[in-house]
């Protein structure tokens, strides 16, 4: 599983390469702006490049070549949600890395506010990529990134709908009470993916 981890962020490298130039504009925004919707667009930035590796493996046909080698469908499944963890990762750090340098530039002391919604964005990464890996296993690259726009705008709408009722948002009091219930629910899609993941692998024919 491991060649399998490194065979995708290989494929990224020249990805990663252009990405960094699209951090500095991001964080030269932010800085000048001081915006941190730009943080957050960094976030998903790294959070789309697992998409980009199962759509390279489409085009090369990989998963027929691959499975003619010792690895398993499961492994093959599992490699692309550890992969999903990393690029995560390094967009929520570069992130961090990005809104302290820019509070330190600003002599701002909201550290702590960007910090809470890097923190949000990253989990709600989690949630992005748990819905759309296995829609893409299903459907594939294309036709998966149409219905996950068409799906993004039952929550959009959800949220539009509550601020014209003037609904009152968790106090700060019980905010920890809300993150808490946001990561367990994000825990158990992130397991409910994986499985329909594989079945859907599974059953696959290539």
Same mark, same amino acid.
């Given at each position: 599983m491991k060649g399998l981890i490194l065979k995708d962020l290989i494929n990224l490298k020249g990805l990663l390469k252009f990405q960094g130039i699209t951090i500095l504009v991001f964080a030269l925004m932010f800085i000048l702006m %001081?915006?941190?919707f730009f943080l957050g667009m960094i976030i998903l930035m790294f959070a789309t490049m697992?998409?980009?590796?199962?759509?390279?493996?489409?085009?090369?046909?990989?998963d027929m070549y691959?499975?003619?080698?010792?690895?398993?469908r499961q492994e093959m499944v599992v490699s692309k949600y550890l992969v999903m963890i990393i690029v995560n990762?390094?967009?929520?750090m570069f992130a961090l890395?990005? %809104?302290?340098?820019?509070a330190v530039i600003m002599r701002q002391t909201f550290f702590t506010e960007i910090a809470a919604m890097i923190g949000f964005i990253y989990i709600i990464?989690?949630?992005?990529?748990?819905?759309?890996i296995p829609l893409i296993?299903?459907?594939?690259?294309?036709?998966?990134?149409?219905?996950?726009?068409?799906?993004?705008?039952i929550p959009t709408a959800l949220i539009f709908y509550i601020a014209q009722m003037d609904i009152s948002l968790p106090g700060?009091?019980?905010?920890?009470?809300?993150?808490g219930l946001l990561i367990g629910l994000t825990v158990v899609g992130l397991i409910i993916s994986i499985n329909a993941s594989l079945k859907i692998y599974q059953k696959k024919e290539f």
């Amino acid at each position: 599983m491991k060649g399998l981890i490194l065979k995708d962020l290989i494929n990224l490298k020249g990805l990663l390469k252009f990405q960094g130039i699209t951090i500095l504009v991001f964080a030269l925004m932010f800085i000048l702006m %001081g915006n941190s919707f730009f943080l957050g667009m960094i976030i998903l930035m790294f959070a789309t490049m697992v998409i980009t590796t199962i759509s390279y493996d489409e085009v090369d046909k990989w998963d027929m070549y691959a499975l003619t080698m010792p690895v398993t469908r499961q492994e093959m499944v599992v490699s692309k949600y550890l992969v999903m963890i990393i690029v995560n990762s390094l967009g929520g750090m570069f992130a961090l890395i990005v %809104g302290f340098i820019g509070a330190v530039i600003m002599r701002q002391t909201f550290f702590t506010e960007i910090a809470a919604m890097i923190g949000f964005i990253y989990i709600i990464t989690y949630n992005l990529g748990s819905t759309m890996i296995p829609l893409i296993y299903k459907f594939e690259t294309e036709k998966a990134r149409l219905m996950l726009m068409f799906c993004a705008l039952i929550p959009t709408a959800l949220i539009f709908y509550i601020a014209q009722m003037d609904i009152s948002l968790p106090g700060i009091d019980n905010a920890w009470v809300y993150v808490g219930l946001l990561i367990g629910l994000t825990v158990v899609g992130l397991i409910i993916s994986i499985n329909a993941s594989l079945k859907i692998y599974q059953k696959k024919e290539f």
